[in-house]
């Protein structure tokens, strides 16, 4: 009785994991072929920028400048994942962008011109500007 009651919440639990993940896999193909490349080109001028030699100081050998890049792309990328500070000033941009999007948009609404560039572009009015997962 039991043993029947487990076996059929592993496999409620199972059919439901799967079904999560065929429902992000969505999600994830999209990133990877939208987004993906705009995050590893943001990733990499901010690496770049990050080991520029400051004036006064000899610039890095081949090997030094690799091994820089290498620390630098890590630094940022685990940043990503936590950077209070960076968290709050990404932010702050995107709120800014949001309501001086809205403030300009809201007076093309009203005009009719909005529907006709929503049809040009063919994705409609959810259109949003996508933001980099390595913040500013």
Request: charged share 40%; aromatic share 6%; net charge negative.
């Amino acid at each position: 009785m039991y043993r029947d009651r487990w076996e059929k919440l592993e496999e409620e639990n199972l059919s439901s994991d799967i079904k999560s993940k065929i429902e992000t896999m969505e999600l994830d193909t999209t990133y990877k072929t939208n987004h993906e490349e705009l995050d590893n080109a943001e990733l990499a001028t901010k690496a770049e920028q990050g080991i520029q030699a400051e004036e006064g100081e000899e610039p890095l050998t081949e090997e030094q400048k690799t091994q820089a890049l290498k620390k630098q792309r890590f630094h940022l990328i685990t940043k990503t994942f936590y950077d209070p500070a960076g968290a709050a000033k990404h932010k702050r941009i995107v709120d800014k962008d949001k309501q001086r999007a809205s403030q300009n948009f809201g007076s093309r609404r009203n005009s009719g011109s909005n529907k006709s560039d929503a049809a040009k572009s063919g994705t409609g009015e959810n259109d949003e500007k996508y933001y980099p997962v390595c913040p500013e």
